[in-house]
T-cell receptor, first 115, second 111 residues
């Protein structure tokens, strides 16, 4: 248990579906992140929220839409995905984005399969 | 941009020592992290280096040379449970606080 909880753990969706991934952190952190982990590829940073404001969008397609309603919750809304979007989506949080030495804590991830 | 290289796979023997290397080329540098990830699980933090030198934490140590763009993770007294992927990640000054990861090194421990 890392203090970062993601739901669901597994998700299968069609290309025309709309679904959302949820992340909740119980660590009192004020920065949250979405990463994508595909087979044979490095973990890729998708989105960063610091103090509930989005500070980075690494050229992620618009079919991925993040939402951060408060410092403890982070969502990733998915719509009209492609099969190549199948991957492990990891949420992470860290204590203070200004204190750049602090490590990120990861959730268990959501294994997404697009059919 | 960032480029982080580490070996894809390594094999070592239980009880032995293994060193996993990581080289990086980055536009900025504000720390290097090592994470461990078992199959199907979340990455967990192992170590952090921002200054040159060796950081020791139990059986694990991490070394950094900023001038060479080089780090290594040293694992001693290997145990079967150390079989996992080891991820090298760099934080730069630019943009947000997210990390750029290497592809990871899959470490196999043999009896």
């Amino acid at each position: 248990e890392t203090g970062v909880t993601q739901t669901p753990r597994h998700l299968v969706m069609g290309m025309t579906n709309k679904k959302s991934l949820k992340c909740e952190q119980h660590l009192g952190h004020n920065a949250m992140y979405w990463y994508k982990q595909s087979a044979k590829k490095p973990l890729e940073l998708m989105f960063v929220y610091s103090l509930e404001e989005r500070v980075e969008n690494n050229s992620v397609p618009s079919r991925f839409s993040p939402e951060c309603p408060n410092s403890s919750h982070l969502f990733l809304h998915l719509h009209t995905l492609q099969p190549e979007d199948s991957a492990l989506y990891l949420c992470a949080s860290s204590q203070d984005p200004q204190r750049r030495g602090t490590e990120a804590f990861f959730g268990q991830g959501t294994r997404l399969t697009v059919v | 941009g960032q480029n982080i290289d580490q070996p894809t796979e390594m094999t070592a023997t239980e009880g032995a020592i293994v060193q996993i290397n990581c080289t990086y080329q980055t536009s900025g540098f504000n720390g290097l992290f090592w994470y461990q990830q078992h199959a199907g699980e979340a990455p967990t933090f192992l170590s952090y280096n921002v200054l040159d030198g060796l950081e020791e934490k139990g059986r694990f140590s991490s070394f950094l040379s900023r001038s060479k763009g080089y780090s290594y993770l040293l694992l001693k007294e290997l145990q079967m449970k150390d079989s996992a992927s080891y991820l090298c990640a760099v934080r730069d000054f630019g943009g947000a606080d997210g990390l750029t990861f290497g592809k990871g090194t899959h470490l196999i421990i043999q009896p």
